[in-house]
Each structure stands twice: as structure tokens, then as C-alpha cells.
């Protein structure tokens, strides 16, 4: 029977124009609260669903988003892929994974190829794309909606994000508080904006607290495993070793846990790991992991919702959608 309802079908039973009913359907404005709400309720009582080519056709869409990426930690990808979602269900849209590699060197060139060739509405870029200036002027260029998202962008899209060096700073005040001077700082992936923000907040926490960092204890990182494991065996095989290290995110951080149970260092006794994000692997760990909690999900949501208001007014509005961080105490810095 759903197979057969049609728009028309809706309009009748509703008392309204078909005009109406593809403005409810496509989520445009200029429909009564009212009116939305009734013809909402026919949607459902008919269990109408709409022909995603007509659909297209009458409106010019393609109902098709695009989520752009490089290599980002699993985690985060799956956090935020899944809120982005969620507002792509209730609005009738789909979502194309377009995963790029930051260095290829038509990477701008390639990414108006594909979303031309897809024939996509609108992009949210991740880091480091959302914090690639001349990708974001060449998107506003075409008049191609994007949200820069855990990026601050270049101030002229719309950006998703929270206080990386307000939070980095927190952080760095927990470990003082516990007592530690000597504490180490693993950097994260030189093409992304966070990690510059991030190490600014370390840096301020300790310049307020007149803490001197020996150089061997800042560390680069790639924000993955792999260069936490790498940054845990260079600091903690040093013959003053910290007594506390702060990575730029979980993924670093439970490499340098690894590391320290394969050193037989004990933690958080003579050693404390903090991370930042709370992705699941801060909790998968031994002992759990105190990191900053990173909205991810909501973040998606956000992302999401002001993309499409974005869409379907056709504009690009420079808003900034702040969240809120918060920092997660647990046995990695708990003694």
C-alpha cells in the first residue's frame, strides 16, 4: 500500500496544497506550525514516502551530503559519522563518505571534482580539511555549503567545535594539582589546527604555575597509537622520566599506557596518562584513562543541522556552534 500513496494522496487527505506537502517533505520555511504538524501526521498515518528522483528534480537537490576526511583516528570518524547521521534520517537525506589524503597535490582541485561528479548539496569537512584555508575560499567560491568541523575554519563558514586551549589548559591544571611538576607533552598531527591550540594550553598552565619543561619532554605525535607508543618509549626510558604525561588525544594516550606496562612503570603510582576526547578507548584501557570529554556525537548533530538549514536557505552564515568540554577523572591519574 506505501508503495502507492503519492504526494497527491497526502494533499487530499490533509486539506492542503501538494505545494505544502513538498515544503513539509523538503523541510522548507514558509509553512504555518500548524500546517507543518498536520501534514506530518498524514505522512505517517499513510506511511507515504517520497520518490527520491521526483524529489530531486522538483527541488534541485540531490538530498545527498557529503563528510570529508583524512585518516582521522577510527573513533572520532565513527562518533561524529554517527550524529551527522542521525539528522540525515529524520530529514530525508543521505550521507557520502569522501575520504582524501591532505597531501595529494590537487587536493582542492579533487575535492570540487567529487562533490561536482557526486552531485552533492553540501559538505562538513574534518580536520585537517576544515582547517585547510584555500579548501574552504574555494568552496565559498562556488557557493557550496560546508561546516568546518573541530576546527575553527577561517572564520567565514559555519564551524562546529570546542575550547581546545581552554581544555588543554584544565588538563594541565588537574596534573598540577596532583602534585606533578615533571610532566611531558606529546604534540599531535602537525596538520591540524588542535594541535597548535592544544599545546598552547598546556604551555600557559605551565608558565602560570613557573613549572620549566626540559625540551625531552615535549614530543611530536600523529594523533594515532602508533607515535603515543613511539613518544612513550622516548620519554619514559629517559633517565629523569616525567611523572606525568599529557597526550593531545586517547589514541597517543593509551600508546604511551602500552608502552609503560611493557616498562613495567606503574600507573598512575609512578606514572599518570591523561588523553583528550573520551573515545571508547579511553575506557578500554588499564586503568581507565582521565581525558577530556569531546562532544563528539552532538558535534555531528550540530554539524549537520546547520548544513542543511544552510541547504535549504541557500546561504553560508559564518556561525560558530561552541561546545562544552568536560574533564574525566579515572585511574590512569587517580592514586
Same mark, same amino acid.
Not at 291 to 315: C, F, H, V, W, Y
Given at each position: ?24 517533505? !523538503? ?6 506550525? *500548524? ?8 505522512? &505517517? ?12 528534480? =522538483?527541488?534541485? *537537490?540531490?538530498?545527498? #551530503? ?8 577510527? !573513533?572520532?570518524? =565513527? *562518533?561524529?559519522? =554517527? ?7 529524520? &530529514? ?18 579533487? #575535492? ?63 596534573? #598540577? ?49 602508533? &607515535? ?19 597526550a593531545s588525544n586517547d589514541d597517543m594516550a593509551a600508546g604511551v599506557m602500552n608502552m609503560a606496562h611493557q616498562l613495567n612503570i606503574k600507573m598512575p603510582f609512578e606514572l599518570a596518562v591523561c588523553g583528550f576526547d573520551d573515545t571508547p578507548i579511553s ?26 538549514? !544552510?541547504?535549504? =536557505? ?6 560558530? &556552534? ?12 587517580? *592514586?
Open positions: 500500500m506505501s508503495g502507492s500513496v503519492t504526494i497527491d494522496d497526502v494533499a487530499k487527505k490533509a486539506g492542503v496544497s501538494m505545494k505544502t506537502v513538498s515544503r513539509v517533505v !523538503n523541510r522548507e520555511p514558509n509553512v504555518s506550525a *500548524k500546517t507543518r504538524e498536520k501534514v506530518q501526521a498524514v505522512i &505517517s498515518e499513510l506511511n507515504y514516502r517520497p520518490n527520491p528522483s521526483a524529489r530531486g528534480l =522538483a527541488s534541485r *537537490k540531490s538530498f545527498v #551530503i557529503g563528510l570529508l576526511y583524512d585518516k582521522p583516528s577510527p !573513533n572520532y570518524l =565513527a *562518533k561524529l559519522q =554517527a550524529g551527522v547521521l542521525e539528522v540525515c534520517q529524520k &530529514s530525508g537525506y543521505s550521507m557520502a563518505l569522501g575520504p582524501f589524503d591532505f597531501h595529494t597535490e590537487n587536493l582542492v582541485e579533487d #575535492i570540487l571534482n567529487w562533490v561536482r561528479h557526486s552531485n552533492i548539496d553540501g559538505v562538513i569537512l574534518t580536520p585537517p580539511l576544515s582547517d585547510f584555508f584555500p579548501l574552504l575560499t574555494a568552496l565559498q567560491a562556488r557557493r557550496i555549503p560546508v561546516v568546518a568541523a573541530s576546527s575553527k575554519g577561517n572564520g567565514e563558514v559555519p564551524s562546529v567545535m570546542i575550547d581546545d586551549e581552554e581544555a588543554a589548559y584544565q588538563m594541565t591544571r588537574h596534573l #598540577i594539582k596532583g602534585g606533578h611538576t615533571d610532566i611531558a607533552f606529546v604534540k599531535g598531527h602537525p596538520d591540524h589546527l588542535s594541535t597548535r591550540y592544544r599545546f598552547e594550553g598546556f604551555s600557559r598552565a605551565v608558565v602560570e604555575a613557573d613549572i620549566e619543561v626540559v625540551d625531552t619532554f615535549i614530543c611530536d605525535g600523529l594523533y594515532d597509537f602508533e &607515535s603515543g607508543r613511539t613518544a612513550g618509549e622516548a620519554l619514559l626510558t629517559q633517565v629523569k622520566r616525567p611523572t606525568a604525561v599529557f575506557q578500554q584501557v588499564w586503568p581507565t584513562m582521565t581525558t577530556i570529554r569531546q562532544p563528539i556525537r552532538q558535534m555531528g548533530i550540530s554539524a549537520g543541522e546547520i548544513l542543511l538549514k !544552510n541547504i535549504n =536557505a541557500k546561504t553560508i552564515e559564518a556561525e560558530i &556552534s561552541h561546545h562544552q568540554f568536560e574533564l574525566k577523572e579515572r585511574g590512569s591519574t587517580q *592514586k
